[in-house]
């Protein structure tokens, strides 16, 4: 059961001063692609739909999944899942420790939680992986694992902060297309943010340019691009 | 906001109270019945009467006199010499050595090291065994008052041996936010030296760092028991040492005469810091002048020689003390000037094994259970702090560093009249508590910087994953700190084994260790006893950091970035 990411009407300030807003709807399925200046409040925006806004920030709106506005439940409660600049692997687990910890309680059982994460691994071209140190994978092979980290969490939408602006070019396109195609194919709305037109393109949804700070951009919404 | 409030934001609160309350009660308890107020034993009426008994005691001008003196002499020379020995070899090979050298004597207790460097200056020890008969021209050990010769120059040898290491320790940990290789190379650029480019660019910025570590090695240095029991002089001793002499006699008089001795030893405290921050001042307006005067220093190899002399002088002696210590422990007949025995043994091992079991047992107990309830209360704090992304203020560090700088002697005393009307005194469970107030602060100072320096992007990945606060910690933050906690368990679990006044106080004489017992023989002068006792203490706390240092890799032999985080 799908559900489309709103945000409706936010509007992030800094000690007073406003920051960034955003109203848009993001589909089932679809991107939000947002592109701007490093300080132009990007990754404060996710912060904000994650629930894991710093407190210098004051913010106002609300974000919604399909009907529920989850504006004041904590990350914890949001299911929206996450990926950084960083894989963020937790590099004192194995690779199947890292995906069990994103695994969902709801599968119960030791058998069936190994046979999730294993199925799991399948999917992502990693089978055999599963007692491998992280360290020991190549930067591919890591951001991999960390997207079926996500998934595993059974996310209801998904925030992308630069994910792939850390591997080199011909990488970026690959685990790009890894990435985009699992989340439509779960159907889940995303938000990416990232200096790269190029994943704005494979993205194909709606690209929103935020200004400088100073400026308060309102969102463009009819820069669309047809993917 | 929640209905409830959570215990964990609790624990920085109930982290305060037990640092602050016993120091500021048993400060007041020290304090008031040296106005003669003491109900309990008849005193309800203030008279200056221990004060005056206390003025008029023979000698005491000449031990405050003394404490002052070397108090100030031995933080001086330690920080000048941690100065030269940065500024000159900082980011070079050399300097790595001495590091490695250095650092291991930071896990050596005061008494432990004190006897070390007794026995190496003593007039039979091993420098004059070394010389005779082909320098000194005799085969009898000379007639010198070494140590405790009457100037303390062997009392501030001792401390600053010790306190050496400690400051290096705070130096380079606050070397990383000065920016110094940068500053430094373009200061070369400019044509400075080395020592005089690292003291005009560096050392500014990082003073205010380690400065409350500086404090708290003067304050300690200025009311040190131990150190000074072992290498310092006896008529008339430091007043420290006085003190503790005069809290343990039956006489009441004595006792609230020792009280008004203990303010005292407050206010030479407040006076040391008072003269120590004045110079301050004064070396603030010097450096400045000098470096408009733009003096360069290019050709400092003179300074730097003598800033590896000084690394020499840090570690050897000490090292070669527990050599002493150790060669002793296992000595038959040893005669004048044999470098070594004459025949190895085990008697005095076995002579006092029977002693030592249960003295190692209550040792470790104690350290085991201080650093325990220190391990819990910190990480409280510091957990608690991430979750509220606040870190601890500036008030809350002065409070961690209250324990280091008020003298131990002046509020232990008070603490032990307190324990006395509560029924606590002379129990384990007294002593572990008074143990938690010293083995706190080091524990929170270890840890605070490694926790700091937690990804925090890996807590908000979790959160996005749906882990719960406590999972993120039990699972997480826990697991990835095993190396820092150790390290900071093992940095307790020394300063535990080394505490000697507040076990001798608040154990009123009934809870002995190891270090209460090697420092009760100092008097005896049992050689071989001394070097036995003395080897265990030093050695209970390096097995401690052994352990630390070797779990960890072990723990993640499998896991790349964990060792190279640790």
Not at chain 1, 179 to 201: I, Q
Not at chain 2, 96 to 121: E, M
Not at chain 2, 293 to 315: E, I, Q, Y
Request: a positive charge; hydrophobic letters at 55%; proline letters at 7%.
């Amino acid at each position: 059961m799908s559900q489309a990411l709103t945000f409706e009407r936010v509007l992030i300030q800094q000690k007073g001063a406003p920051l960034i807003s955003l109203d848009a709807r993001i589909d089932p399925g679809a991107v939000l692609t947002l592109m701007g200046p490093s300080g132009s409040g990007k990754s404060t925006l996710l912060a904000f739909a994650t629930g894991t806004l710093d407190q210098s920030f004051s913010a106002s709106g609300r974000i919604l999944l399909g009907q529920h506005d989850i504006t004041k439940k904590p990350a914890q409660e949001r299911r929206i899942g996450m990926m950084f600049q960083d894989d963020l692997l937790f590099p004192h687990l194995s690779v199947v420790g890292n995906l069990a910890f994103g695994l969902s309680p709801r599968i119960k059982g030791r058998a069936a939680r190994r046979s999730a994460v294993e199925a799991a691994l399948a999917e992502a071209g990693l089978a055999g992986f599963a007692d491998r140190d992280p360290a020991t994978l190549s930067g591919g092979q890591r951001a991999r694992v960390a997207l079926m980290r996500v998934l595993l969490a059974e996310p209801l939408a998904v925030a992308l902060d630069e994910p792939f602006s850390k591997l080199d070019s011909a990488l970026r396109a690959q685990i790009r297309e890894f990435v985009l195609s699992h989340t439509r194919s779960r159907g889940l709305p995303v938000v990416l943010v990232t200096h790269d037109p190029a994943d704005a393109d494979a993205a194909g949804g709606e690209v929103v340019v935020l200004g400088t700070p100073s400026e308060v951009p309102m969102p463009v919404g009819d820069l669309r691009r047809r993917g | 906001m929640k209905p409830f409030v959570s215990p964990l934001s609790l624990v920085p609160r109930i982290t305060m109270a037990l640092l602050a309350f016993p120091v500021l009660a048993g400060l007041a308890g020290t304090v008031i019945p040296g106005l003669g107020w003491m109900p309990a034993l008849g005193g309800t009426r203030f008279d200056l009467a221990p004060w005056a008994a206390l003025v008029s005691t023979p000698g005491i001008w000449r031990s405050a006199g003394l404490s002052l003196a070397t108090g100030l002499g031995a933080t001086a020379i330690s920080l000048g010499a941690v100065i030269l020995i940065v500024a000159s070899w900082h980011g070079t090979r050399a300097f790595r050595l001495i590091r490695h050298t250095i650092s291991p004597i930071l896990s050596v207790p005061h008494a432990a090291a004190a006897f070390g460097l007794a026995f190496l200056i003593a007039p039979s020890g091993w420098i004059m065994r070394a010389l005779s008969p082909w320098v000194t021209g005799s085969d009898r050990p000379p007639d010198w008052l070494l140590p405790g010769d009457p100037w303390g120059l062997s009392l501030v040898a001792g401390l600053v041996a010790k306190e050496i290491p400690f400051l290096l320790l705070m130096t380079l940990a606050a070397l990383p936010q000065a920016d110094a290789d940068r500053s430094l190379r373009v200061a070369a650029m400019l044509g400075y030296g080395r020592v005089s480019a690292w003291t005009k660019c560096v050392l500014p910025r990082i003073y205010g760092q380690i400065r409350l570590p500086v404090y708290a090695v003067l304050a300690y240095s200025l009311a040190n028991v131990e150190t000074a029991i072992i290498l310092g002089p006896s008529t008339p001793p430091t007043l420290a040492v006085q003190l503790t002499t005069w809290m343990r006699d039956p006489d009441l008089a004595v006792w609230l005469m020792a009280s008004a001795g203990a303010t005292l030893q407050v206010l030479i405290v407040f006076l040391g810091l008072g003269i120590w921050t004045t110079g301050e001042r004064l070396a603030r307006r010097v450096g400045y002048a000098w470096i408009l005067h733009g003096g360069r220093l290019p050709n400092d190899a003179v300074l730097r020689a003598a800033g590896g002399l000084l690394a020499l002088f840090a570690s050897v002696p000490v090292l070669l003390g527990i050599a002493g210590l150790a060669t002793w422990s296992f000595a038959g007949f040893w005669a004048f000037p044999e470098i070594l025995p004459d025949r190895f043994t085990l008697q005095n091992w076995q002579r006092a094994a029977p002693g030592l079991f249960s003295l190692s047992a209550t040792t470790l107990t104690i350290a085991f259970l201080s650093v325990a309830l220190a391990l819990v209360l910190v990480l409280g704090c510091l957990e608690n702090g991430t979750r509220r992304r606040q870190r601890a203020g500036r008030w809350a560090l002065l409070l961690l560093y209250l324990p280091l700088i008020v003298p131990q002697i002046a509020f232990l005393f008070g603490l032990q009249i307190l324990g006395l009307r509560i029924g606590l005194d002379g129990s384990l469970f007294a002593v572990v508590l008074a143990h938690l107030i010293f083995v706190l602060p080091y524990i929170y100072l270890s840890l605070a910087d490694p926790w700091a320096s937690l990804d925090p992007r890996l807590g908000v990945a979790a959160a996005t994953l749906g882990a719960s606060e406590n999972r993120i910690f039990w699972r997480l933050r826990l697991p990835m700190m095993l190396a820092p906690i150790l390290t900071a368990a093992a940095v307790g679990f020394a300063v535990s084994i080394a505490l000697y006044l507040p076990t001798l106080l608040i154990g009123a004489g009934r809870v002995p260790t190891l270090t209460t017992e090697a420092v009760a023989l100092a008097a005896g002068g049992d050689r071989r006893l001394i070097g036995v006792y003395g080897l265990l203490q030093a050695a209970l706390p390096f097995i401690g950091f052994a352990l630390a240092l070797l779990l960890p890799p072990l723990v993640w032999r499998n896991r790349r970035r964990m060792r190279i985080a640790a």
